[in-house]
């Protein structure tokens, strides 16, 4: 990285750490297409596995330890839910996929709500598919790809729980992924490893979805 670029890396972290100490308020948990909240601020949806650590992430990013818990309680797992970042970002937690034990229809509804979702809402900014770094792209994971690249939202790949395999093992998976999603359309070539346990790559992670909302602000 040049020194100009590291310059504006920094400026980046430190408007993401600004804006991601405010306070982050729960808005709803939306069942239906119908009882989605209205649009309003840029939407940063956060995708993966149930157990990849998405509850977890949301809640180091806010620096709340129980924010993002309730989408994990039993009966909620089928919810999106919203929560306001200072009216300048909307982060929306995607009900978990992948429970071994899921009935089909469950799996069914799940797809056909978020999916509709996915591919209606202009607010929509980008999507964060997270990615258990012990584990890699698993095909349920490749399928929620297929639907962003056919709903044309721009998504990018997070790892989580980095701090559970060597830096080594690390940039392989790493260089497998981006290999793997090289022909995806939506797919954005640059995957952030984070752990929330070792605070790795939160930074990073608050500085590039902070670039968004500047990116939409500017443009007004
Ligand atoms: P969710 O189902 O995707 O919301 O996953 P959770 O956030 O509830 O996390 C699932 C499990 O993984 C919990 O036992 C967490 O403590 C653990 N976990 C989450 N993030 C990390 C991490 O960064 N490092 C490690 N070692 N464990 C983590």
């Not at 009966?75 to 899921?102: C, K, M, S």
């Not at 998976?173 to 939506?186: E, G």
């Amino acid at each position: 990285m040049s020194d100009e670029d590291a310059e504006k890396q920094a400026a980046l972290e430190e408007a993401g750490r600004l804006l991601f100490a405010k306070e982050c308020r729960f808005i709803t948990g939306a069942v239906s297409m119908e009882s989605l909240p209205p649009m309003g601020a840029p939407e940063i949806a956060f995708a993966g596995r149930s157990n990849v650590g998405k509850s977890s992430l949301i809640n180091a990013l806010t620096g709340r330890n129980h924010l993002a818990r309730a989408s994990n309680t039993p009966g909620r797992t089928q919810q999106i839910n919203f929560f306001d970042l200072d009216q300048r970002l909307t982060l929306v937690d995607l009900p978990g996929y992948g429970y071994a034990e899921a009935p089909k229809d469950q799996i069914a509804r799940w797809t056909a709500f978020v999916n509709d979702y996915l591919r209606g809402r202009q607010s929509l900014r980008r999507a964060c598919v997270l990615i258990d770094s012990r584990h890699g792209l698993k095909e349920n994971d490749l399928e929620v790809m297929t639907m962003l690249d056919k709903a044309a939202v721009p998504y990018q790949i997070v790892l989580t729980k980095a701090d559970k395999i060597k830096p080594s093992a690390l940039n392989s998976l790493t260089t497998k992924i981006l290999d793997d999603i090289k022909r995806r359309p939506a797919a954005f070539p640059q995957i952030i490893a984070t752990s929330s346990e070792a605070g790795l790559g939160i930074a990073q992670l608050r500085a590039a979805l902070t670039a968004l909302t500047k990116e939409e602000e500017d443009s007004r």
